[in-house]
Each structure stands twice: as C-alpha cells, then as structure tokens.
C-alpha cells in the first residue's frame, strides 16, 4: 500500500479501504479504488459486504492460508474479477477505474470490474439528425460504444482488438471488423499505423486521424468519422475497419472515400426514388457551395458578356457605386459568414441562433444600403452558405478551397476558376484511402458500383462490394424475387 501511495504521488483521491475478515477476522486485507470511477454499490454491496458478514459464517483452512483465489471463486459476488501479479498492471487497472484487492501474503492482486463513473445518455447526434432510422449516437464511454455495435452486430466474427495509445494518457482504443469480410492486408495496415503513433496524450479520434491519414497535407479527408452507430455498423459490413476511442463519440472508419460525403443513413432507410433524387440535389450543392462565389466573381470582372443582357443590366445597377471590386466583395462576405458561423457554434446555444440570424440580416441588409457591398454579390454568399450545410463531410475542404477559386477567379477571370478546377481534380485523383482509390468507383471506373454513386439503386441491386473490400466475401447480398403468381392447382 505505501508503493501504491508512492506512485500515484499520494494523490488524495486514492482511496485505500483497510479491514479484516474470517470468522475470527484474522485475514487482513485492503481495497484500493480512485474515488469517483467505481461504482461505490458494487464495492459496498457485492465486495466488501460479502466479505466482512457472510466470512463469519465460514469456517474454511482457505482463509487461514490467505487463499486469494479461493477468496475470488467463492466469497466475490462481481462477474468480472482477475488474478494479476506486478505493479505495473495494478496500477494500469487501477486508472482505468477498476477497484484492486489486496490480501495480506499474497503475492498476487485481484482485478474487480467496479466502474461506475458519470456517464452521457445515449442521445441522438446533434449533427447527424434523420427523418427515418436509429435516432441513437455514441458516447464518450467506449463500452457502451463498443455494446451499441454489438446489438447492431450479432455476428461472432465481429472481432474488437484492444490497444493502448499516448504515453501519458494510455487511451484505450479498439479496432472493430468483421472476419472474413474485411481484408486481412487492411486490418494489419491499420494496426502498423497505429503501433508507430508516439504521442504523449490521445484526447480525441482527431489525434489519430491526423497520424493515419494517407494524405496529411490534403484538405480533403482520407479517414472517415461517423457518430451513428448504423452508419458505423453498415461500414464495417462492407469490409472496413473502424477505429473507436476512449473518451469521445467519434468513430474512425477507413478506408473513405469521397462518394462518401454525400451518401447519407438516410438513404437506404427510405424508398430508392426520392433518395437518388436527395443524393442528387446534394451534389448540386456542393458545386454551387465551391463555385459560385468564384463563378459571381469572374462573369462580372472578366466575361460579362457570357451574361444575359437583361440580367447584365439587373447586376449593372445593383452593384453601381460600390467602392470595392468584386473579388474583393466576395472575399469580405466570405470571411463574415465564417465568423458568424464560428459565434453561432461557439456561443450558448439560446443566444447563437439568434445571433446567425440577426447577424446576417443585419449585416447583408446594411451593407447593401450602404453601398458597401452589391445585392446580387449578398445573393450568391447567401445561397453558397445554405448549399454548404447539405455536405457537411466537406465543409472544411470546400470552405478552404472556395476562398483559393475566389482569388484565381479575381486574376484570371474563367480561365483561372477552370485552372483551379483542373488542380483540384488532379488532386483528387492522386489520393488514396489505405489502398483505395479515393475518387473510387469514378476512377477507375466501376460500371457495377455507380449504381450507389450518384443515385441510390435499389437494394436487390447492392449486391457486390467494393474493389479491394471484396477480397474474401465479395457478395454482400443475394436477392431473387420470384413476381411469378404461384399456379392453382
């Protein structure tokens, strides 16, 4: 108990609990827990309760010879106790919130599952949110994680591997995939990456997603996230891996791919129809969100005349007087709507709505009367803030690479927007994912997997999974439906 006492550095929420038991109480013994992550009715009731009352009644030669594993097969009422030897090991149960028993001429310790610490509710994610399907998000404890994947999962192949990472904190990670789906080459690429990862602390996936990543200095991200356990569920079914963390309800699910961004739960919860048509309208966005501004931009500075006369005579008016280019304009409303983005996230959530909504009324209406800033330019920054909320996987991409097209469309007019597209196709087609094509199945191209792409096939249509995932169990689904009337006899 003094080693103990001295390698936590007598901190004072080590509780060291000291009593006697046997019926002659000639067993002396110690219970040592942090106080504030056990469970102190598990303790009380079904450790030292047991041992103190029920002892008495026992007149055993075990507990004359301080038998600990006598004393954990029949006097412990906790399901989950183990027998361990050195401090190193104590001391790692022991912070991990487990309570320690230690017997007096025992050269060995018992590991008791107590934890009990305060815990989140299972809520529904608030970024996240669906019509139709589980409303239920992860949470910072990982076993409840790792349960909500199992009852979404009842396979016994569903393999969790455990692993500690950061030197100072010692987080514990898991890696979940199924056997014989996912590719063996995957699962071991994934530990090697995690094995190499030396950091004094992991207090969030976002640590580990930065040292994996295939492409560390890409605004787009290779490792996908995810805190919807169907959605994280229907990943690993398809042969990924997925990585969760103590302490954070983000899961990472690798590989990923950029189709990914704009396939939602969602969609395979509802008919195929309105879903394609969703799917759609979402890749729509994200190219009015990119190109817009930048597009706004080069028409009136460069090629007006690609410009409808009426509606050339409609902007004409709007923006006269205004002291400012529009590349500029653009720039000035860009940065605004991020800062009243960034105070609407940042602030109580009764007070940043409300500033979202005023802000930008009353910043776009006065600028605009004052002749700051042109109506159409308030228009097109209005309708590219709107169109970025429906891909919010690329938000941060998108917003990064806006600002770079608004600033090659100041310079060079068309031709610098379609230079700066040609570059981030470019870019796009050089990532990969952990083996996979990044642009995969646009490039190379997948006649059999676009029918998850752009539009959502039915589900008798889903059948194959993708390049590199289908290595082991390449069908994922077997479907005949006989529409046949069945002959009266």
């Known amino acids: 108990m003094e080693t103990i006492q001295t390698l936590l550095k007598n901190s004072k929420d080590i509780v060291i609990r000291e009593f006697c038991f046997g019926n002659q109480s000639q067993v002396h013994a110690a219970l040592v827990f942090i106080d504030g992550m056990v469970n102190k009715s598990v303790i009380n009731d079904n450790i030292v309760k047991p041992l103190i009352y029920d002892t008495h009644l026992i007149n055993s030669q075990a507990l004359h010879e301080n038998d600990i594993k006598f004393i954990r097969r029949s006097l412990l009422a906790v399901g989950d106790v183990n027998e361990k030897t050195g401090f190193n090991e104590l001391i790692a149960s022991l912070l991990y919130g487990n309570a320690i028993f230690l017997l007096d001429g025992s050269d060995s310790f018992l590991d008791i599952d107590a934890k009990g610490w305060q815990t989140r509710a299972i809520e529904e994610p608030k970024v996240e949110q669906t019509v139709r399907g589980p409303r239920e998000g992860f949470t910072e404890t990982l076993r409840t994680n790792t349960a909500m994947l199992r009852r979404k999962i009842h396979n016994p192949n569903l393999v969790l591997e455990q692993m500690v ?101 969602e969609d395979y919860y509802s008919r195929p129809y309105y879903a394609s048509l969703v799917r759609f309208i979402r890749f729509i966005a994200f190219i009015i969100t990119l190109l817009a501004p930048g597009l706004y931009v080069a028409l009136e500075s460069f090629q007006p005349e690609l410009v409808p006369t009426p509606l050339l005579l409609t902007m004409a008016a709007a923006v006269e007087g205004t002291p400012f280019p529009a590349v500029v304009e653009a720039l000035l409303m860009g940065i605004i709507f991020e800062l009243l983005r960034e105070g609407g996230i940042r602030l109580p959530a009764t007070i940043g709505p409300a500033l979202s909504i005023v802000g930008a009324l009353i910043i776009g209406d006065s600028a605009v009367k004052a002749g700051l800033i042109g109506a159409p330019m308030v228009i097109v920054i209005a309708l590219t803030a709107v169109s970025s909320f429906l891909v919010i996987s690329h938000t941060d991409a998108v917003t990064l690479l806006r600002f770079g097209l608004i600033i090659m469309a100041g310079f060079l007019g068309i031709y610098g927007l379609g230079i700066g597209l040609i570059a981030i196709l470019f870019h796009l087609c050089s990532l990969r994912s952990f083996g996979l094509t990044y642009l995969s199945p646009i490039d190379p191209i997948s006649w059999s997997h676009l029918k ?29 439906l006989d529409l046949n009337k069945p002959k009266s006899d």
């Open 165 to 265: 990472l950061g030197r100072r904190t010692h987080t514990l990670v898991y890696i979940a995939y199924v056997d014989g789906v996912a590719p063996p080459a995957l699962v071991e690429e994934v530990k090697r990456r995690l094995n190499i990862i030396t950091i004094d602390d992991i207090l969030e996936s976002g640590y580990i997603e930065q040292f994996i990543e295939d492409a560390p200095y890409s605004p787009f991200a290779t490792v996908g996230n995810s805190e919807k356990p169907d959605r994280v569920a229907a990943r690993i079914l398809e042969g990924r891996v997925a990585i969760l963390v103590d302490g954070t309800p983000f899961v990472l699910t690798v590989p990923s791919l950029f189709i990914e961004g704009f396939q939602a739960a």
């Open 452 to 480: 998850d792409t752009f539009i959502r096939a039915p589900l008798r249509f889903l059948v194959i999974r993708r390049p590199l995932i289908r290595e082991i169990d390449p069908e994922r689904a077997s479907f005949r």
